[in-house]
């Protein structure tokens, strides 16, 4: 008999508790790191993880008396590979998080229900439906063999790259740089087909859930003999589970998933794949709040496999790296077919007669006469036309003009959505919802009318200005249902329609063939709103907006897109017309060097939240002295506390604190000291509901 040994296990171990490592436990023999166990923690017992021990040498190892021996191993698994454990040390350490809570909140939460026989259980039938279904793994390429497209002279430029990554031992980042249509995802393709047939596993990040199921089919058809695997939010948990075990075991060739699929346990991964890598998404917005694609990159680095970054409007963040020789830009310039990107129009929406809309009011028409014009052009020629404004619901605010009421929520600093179709005015931060009042609740006038306009009014004064129009919406409100999504979009593919109305959800990677006309209704707001990333994603939605028109190189010629502005001579829409994404990074990246942003700066935001506001500008205050008290403080700049645009949510204040260093180590480094002198300071400020540190912000 061997005396038991001391073990270091991950457990969650909430944020507050302050208890951020691993604790110790008795086991009857050594556990490889990585290994999942389950361990008693107060009553109950948890699912863990046995981690690396980087207790220092001279710390004497705890009385092994008041250690609790492990309770079950789940030993049938193969423990997550090493480069996992580092990928999850670095995240925590990043962005500033418990390693504990970190790492059991990337695991599929199933896992924690069952025991260590379950899972053996588990793992056997899903090995059995595995062989049942007969794809081989790892095999060599001949089973992937349906028809190719003939690669264009640019696609062979970025694959000829890939290939000369796949060489190095410490590939670079390659930043695939393609409009819309430029063929991106056949690079994709073709570079998962070789480490495919070289036996490795492929990792492809999407955006959103929505885009999963297209890109899904373009990848197991184009490799029938392999094995692909799904990981979003959409699975149910034990589908979840199940795919998480098919990728550690090895079984699964490819994991095509959203954020979260970056933390997918691969043992044989040769490449990660982002697309669409600028897209805010990515970012996580609770908890630890994670970029995947920033991790992706760590984790190329980590596992020295090649990734792709591809994009038509890459991050600034990402452009800058390219331009400094950390990434490897490829340009794919030219769309497949050789069709045009869709021609941009501008329309002056200040030189329009206003139109009188009812006593002693007067507003500019909906659609300028040209743009109408082309609408009507697409419907005689039997095209598809899409209209984009970027609100959804019928108006964002009703309106007493008798005594100036307006439909706020009782619970947020925000106005109440008029959502016509429910006849609910509904809070899209907190949800709260009521049916619209019949007169106005403070003084009783019946004539309570909507301000402004949503998808939904948008789709009604369509249907007004263009009656027999076969007219759709999509937004998050007719998607909600299960399926929503995807017959409205059949119908669409079906020629079954003939405008499309939505919001930014349109415009994100669809392939409609039919579409030949883009309309965006007023995108001005974002030119001059105070967060400085708004004209990034500004132009990046425009972008991607006008790239779902003329994807059928036929159609191109007669492919336009409009835009009803009040500001036609801005800059970003001048860039917008000539499709120069260099020229506006070039703008806006010299605008934030020297205004010191990121790139050319780091930050990272503490945000607190409270009934009373007080309470949580004061933690700040107190925060932001502690922070002045540490080494390396004169390199870190803290800006006093703000309330964020929307600083009042279900009942609770917010406030944030901004953080800038020119060194993202040093502001690592403060950070890290900071965290344990926050926990700290909690206790004396009472009423505090919530504080947490976001790294790389990406709304200030
Ligand atoms: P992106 O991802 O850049 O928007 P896709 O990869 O979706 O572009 O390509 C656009 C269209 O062109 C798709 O229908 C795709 O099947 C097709 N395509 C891509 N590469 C080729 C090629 N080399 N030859 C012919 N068609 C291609
Ligand atoms: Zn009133
Ligand atoms: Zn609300």
Redesign the pocket.
Known sequence: MTSPVRVRVLVETPQHSGLVGPLDYLSERPLMPGTLVRVPLGRREVLGISWHDRAAPDQAPPEAAVLRPVAGVFEGLAPLPSPWLALVDFAAAYYQRGLGELALAVLPPELRKIDAPGLAKRQARLLKKLQREGTAPALPAQADAPSR????PE?QQALAAFDSALAEARPLPLLLH??????????YLRAAEQVLAAGRQALVLVPEINLTPQLERRFTERFPGRRLVAMHSGLTPVQRLSHWLTALLGQADIVLGTRMSVFAPLPRLGLIVVDEEHDPSYKQQEGARYSARDLAVYRGHLERVPVIL?S?TPALESWQRALDGRYRRLE?AQR??GGVLPRVRLFDMGVLPRERSGPGNSQVPVLAPPVLQSLRERIQRGEQSLVFLNRRGYAPVLHCADCGWKSGCPHCSAWRVFHKGERTLRCHHCGFTERVPRACPDCGNLDIAPIGRGTEKLEEQLAELLPGARIARLDADTARGKGQLESRLAEVHAGEVDILVGTQMVTKGH?FRRITLVVAMNPDSALFASDFRAPERLFALLMQAG?RAG?DAEAAERSEMWVQTWHPQHALYAALKTHDFAAFAASQLAERRSAGLPPFSHLALLRAEAKDVAVATAFLRAAAECAARLAGADEVTVYPPVPPSVSKVAGIERMQMLVESPSRMRLQRLLSDWLAQLHALRPQHKGLARWAIDVDPLAI
Do not use: H
Request: net charge neutral; proline share 4%; charged share 15%.
């Open positions: 497209p003939a690669l264009g696609q393609g409009v819309t249509g430029s063929g991106k995802t056949e690079v591809g038509a794919m497949i077919g392939d790239g994807r």
